[in-house]
Each structure stands twice: as C-alpha cells, then as structure tokens.
C-alpha cells in the first residue's frame, strides 16, 4: 500500500516549486522469506529467507526547484527517505554455510531503520536554434540504523551532451563520468571504485523522408579502462567501440 501528496507552485514567471510526500509499504520477497542456502557470488555468502519478516516502510520527501526561460531550463531536486523495518541480511555467526567455500551464511532481519538522501540536477539548454545542451547529475547517500553504509549506491555520477541538428544531420558529443566511490560496506563484499570520465561521439543521417535512418558512432573514444561501481564482479567496460545501424520506417 502507498499513498501520496504533491503540491506545486508557480513563483514568478520562471521559477517552478514541487513537494512531494510519501508512505509505502513493501513485502518481504519470496527469497527473503523462503530462501534456503541461496549463494551470492558477489559477497560469497550463502543467504537464509525469514518467514518472520516485518513488512518494510517507506517516508518519503523531496523538495524540487526549476527555473525556466525560453533557452534554459534548471531543476535542483533534493530528496530524503526514511524507511523503518529495512530488510538486510547479516552474517550468522552460528549457522554453517552449505556451498563449498563460501564465506559464511546471511540471514534476512528488519533492522530498526535504514535513511536515504541525495539529489539531482538536471539542466537543459538551447545555445542556439541547432545547439542543445543537456546535463544530468545524480548523487545519493544510504546509511543503515548504525550509521554503515549500505551497499549497491553509486557515487556521484553525470552525464552531460553536446547536440547538434541541422538539416538531415545530427551529431552528438556524450561525456559521462563519476566520482570515486569509497562510501561501501565490505560486509557486502563492496571495495571502492575509481573515478572515471568516457567521451562518446555519435552521429546519424535521415534521408528519403524520414523513411530511412543512419546512425553510427565511437563509445569511449579514448579507451579509457574503467567500470560503474555497480557492474558486477568489477569487470571492466568496453574498451573503444565503433557501431553503424541502419533502421527503416514503413
């Protein structure tokens, strides 16, 4: 069950308020509840559901400015959510692990309560009648009822785009790149992850009225060798790639 109330707000003639609130509620999954010696290559643990499981809560807020004009739109939108009865797993010390070499077992629990904070930033601009600008930045904080930090939260991450149309043409200059991640929890078996920036360029043609698309272009134009702090294992991403497709309309 959730329930929701947004409120908005017109300032002026170029600035946008919104507040948002919120409660959920969320079930225990069946893994959590049912699961039996269910191993996680990424931590090497074996994981226990728990048929006593509370229902997880949600409170949400956030607070969301824009600012608009004709070529430029700006929105700051900061968010916070508290969520009692978090479901986590932790390490039980008198429970065997089932899997050959695993590091131990994890059992599902609420823990008292668990926070979320962050925000995002989203710009839009119109440099002139065949430029566009767009850049998105999203940074989020997570921390359980012990002030640990939990684990799968990237860090500060962005993406910003250069677009160019004129006449059949367009062009597009992609640089997407991410602070350092050091805010993790080994337990999870999380280690930190370097920074890293990737250029992308791409580009494609539409001709015959629309009816015909050619698009190409070059990921990670210097070869940077790099991964998310989400990708799994830590396996590095695609080293510079080139691609070309051809779409047809009917």
Not at 27 to 56: A, C, H, K, M, W
Not at 75 to 98: H, S
């Amino acid at each position: 069950s959730s329930f929701n109330l947004r409120l908005q707000q017109l300032w002026g003639k170029s600035m946008i308020a919104e507040v948002h609130a919120g409660y959920g509620e969320r079930l225990p999954t069946l893994s959590e509840t049912y699961g039996f010696y269910l191993f996680n290559r990424n931590d090497g643990y074996d994981y226990i559901g728990n048929v006593n499981l509370q229902t997880e809560k949600s409170w949400s807020g956030d607070l969301s400015l824009t600012y608009f004009t004709s070529a430029l739109q700006v929105t700051v939108t900061g968010f916070y959510k508290y969520l009692p009865d978090y479901i986590f797993a932790r390490t039980a010390e008198n429970v065997l692990p089932m899997t050959p070499g695993a590091n131990g077992v994890k059992v599902y629990e609420n823990i008292p309560f668990a926070n979320f904070a962050g925000g995002d930033l989203t710009i839009l601009g119109n440099l002139s009648p065949a430029f566009r600008l767009v850049n998105t930045t999203k940074y989020t904080v997570a921390k359980d009822d012990s002030k640990n930090p939990l684990p799968l939260i990237p860090p500060l991450t962005s993406i910003t785009t250069l677009q160019y149309w004129r006449n059949h043409w367009n062009i597009q200059v992609e640089c997407e790149a991410a602070l350092p991640q050091e805010k993790i929890n080994p337990a999870f078996g999380e280690d930190t992850t370097p920074g890293y920036a990737v250029l992308n360029l791409r580009g494609g043609y539409t001709f015959r009225k629309q009816k015909l698309l050619l698009n190409g272009g070059i990921e990670n134009v210097f070869d940077t060798f790099y991964h998310a702090h989400l990708d799994w294992g830590n396996i590095p991403r695609p080293g510079r790639n080139l691609y070309l497709s051809l779409a047809v309309n009917f």
